[in-house]
């Protein structure tokens, strides 16, 4: 393409004129559905988000603007259903909302997904806000919803079902939903459960799902033809990054037959390893109850001579519940999570530090995600490759065995006596209702949820990113893990408040820094999508 062609297209795109999805963002490019966005060019790292989700780069709805703004859009029906039409928002007639000031959410909100800046930084990737719109795309009479649970339970879970159907019903007058029974495979397996404000209205106070969970099944195609054959048209969808996954998957499937249906995700993952969003419901509640395990560990170890408290918390890939519980105890000793290597014998092990601590205090208390040190054990038990039916990987129970080691250490090689307590809370913590925080939390997730859906948004993820309620596509959620990043300030909190050695090399240090993207206060990896990068991108079309 010459570059009298690419002048033309820019001031055709960037013309007031061509305007994208509101009335001062600029778009790039036409998506064959007629959305605009920025093919391949999502800021931060979109080989890595198209890699891990397989999206097509001309699926991705990139909206920018003035300063070095960007818009990461989420799908809407009208993108591959034109001429839909739309209704007045009941909620104008909902007396709950005759207080409000705005009752509808401007359709130019959006949040960004960093706020730290700078003079002379631009303004980086947004999300669009959640909230109740002007107009929607369904009539109340003509909704049927359904809501399903999938993966391992947490708390919060009965919360969000509740305040769907709540929800849906006192705000926007919607009697007919259903309950998938038992995950996934409810669709096609299982019977369904009526839902109705009277039957969910005491389930908050109770741990677990009251619609059954399951890992796997997922067929695609006979969860769409039953969402089809049932007359479903609002699909809500509770579950972690794997169910997320799912779900943009049933979306795709269900925008390729052409079908009138939203298809929402609301993030639920107790370990809070879903990128993006602030926290996922449950690690609250998850936190405060492992420092009641931590306190009980505390307590045995100090009751006793060279007494070790040795607590296992949950964790596979993230650990974000052991840090968080230990800085709040402050009665840890020792953390160990799965980003963070660490190796037993020798100058500077984790050995080394427990005798040094017993030495000077008597007693110590270590804290333990389920992820950490997993590649030490499958190097005798050779347990990385199995999966569970989620896809997985099945770990090994790390901290039996690390408190065998332990034990067989001091008892053997240190002639030492010790008196190791070991404490798995793990089924306990995830059986329990959510706590205040949380409760409050999964209300406003569902209530997000049900109002994109009505709106007519699609394909997306109900999320709260820097404090804000929003509307995340799928590819953003799915596209990696959300871990501690053991090269910042938190982490080194945490060496700061227990005085524990981090148990890196010094290669291990140079080789983490190394790892972590170009600094920045706003984007993922340092550029910025002004009028320049768009020249670059669109010489490539």
Known sequence: MDKTSISSLNSHFLNPSVRGISRKYSAVSFTSSGSRS???????????????????????????????????????????????PTYPNPLQHNPAYSVVKQYFVDMDDSV???????????????????????????????????IVTCGGLCPGLNTVIRELVCGLYHMYGVKRVLGIDGGYRGFYARNTIPLTPKVVNDIHKRGGT??????GGHDTTKIVDSIQDRGINQV??????????????????VRRRGLKVAVVGIPKTIDNDIPVIDRSFGFDTAVEEAQRAINAAHVEAES????????????????????????????????????????????????????????ENGHMVIVMAEGAGQELLSESMNSMAKQDASGNKLLQDVGLWMAQRIKDYFSKEKMMTINLKYIDP????????????????CTVLA???????????????????????????????????????????????????????????????????????????????????????????????
């Not at 009251?210 to 890992?215: P, V």
């Not at 943009?248 to 499937?253: D, N």
């Not at 402050?330 to 799965?338: A, N, S």
Request: hydrophobic share 35%; with cysteine.
């Open 38 to 84: 920025v093919p391949g060019s999502r800021i931060g790292s979109p080989t890595r988000a198209m890699a891990s989700t397989n999206i097509n780069p001309s699926d991705m709805k990139i909206v920018t603007g003035e300063a070095g703004y960007v818009l990461e859009d989420v799908p809407h029906l009208r993108d591959y259903i034109p001429d839909l």
């Open 112 to 146: 960004p997904q960093k706020i730290v800046v700078h003079k002379d930084t631009a303004r980086g990737i947004h999300f669009r806000r959640a909230g109740p719109r002007q107009k929607v795309y369904f009539e109340s009479d003509e909704v049927h919803a359904c």
């Open 426 to 441: 793990t089924y306990m913590i995830r059986a329990i209702p959510g706590n205040a925080s949380d409760n409050v939390y």
């Open 304 to 359: 006793i001579e060279n007494g070790i408290g040795f607590v296992k918390l949950m964790g596979r890939y993230s650990g974000f519940i052991a840090m968080h519980a230990t800085l709040a105890s402050r009665d840890v000793d020792c953390c160990l999570i799965p980003e963070s290597p660490f190796y037993l014998e020798g100058d500077g092990g984790l050995f080394e530090f427990i005798e040094k601590r017993l030495k």
């Open 447 to 541: 209530q997000s949820a049900v109002h994109g859906a009505m709106a007519g948004f699609t394909g997306y993820t109900s999320g709260l990113v820097n404090g804000r309620q929003t509307y995340i596509p799928f590819y953003r959620i799915t596209e990696r893990q959300h871990q501690v990043v053991i090269t910042d300030r938190m982490w080194a909190r945490l060496l700061s408040s227990t005085n524990q050695p981090s148990f890196l090399k010094a290669n291990d240090v140079i080789n983490a820094r190394k790892e972590e993207e170009p600094p920045t206060q706003l984007l993922d990896d340092g550029r910025c999508l002004d009028n320049n990068v768009l020249d670059k991108e669109i010489s490539h079309v």
């Open 236 to 253: 809500y969808i509770i579950g972690g990054d794997g169910t997320q996954k799912g779900a943009s998957v049933i979306f795709e499937e």
């Open 210 to 215: 009251i619609l059954g969970t399951s890992r």
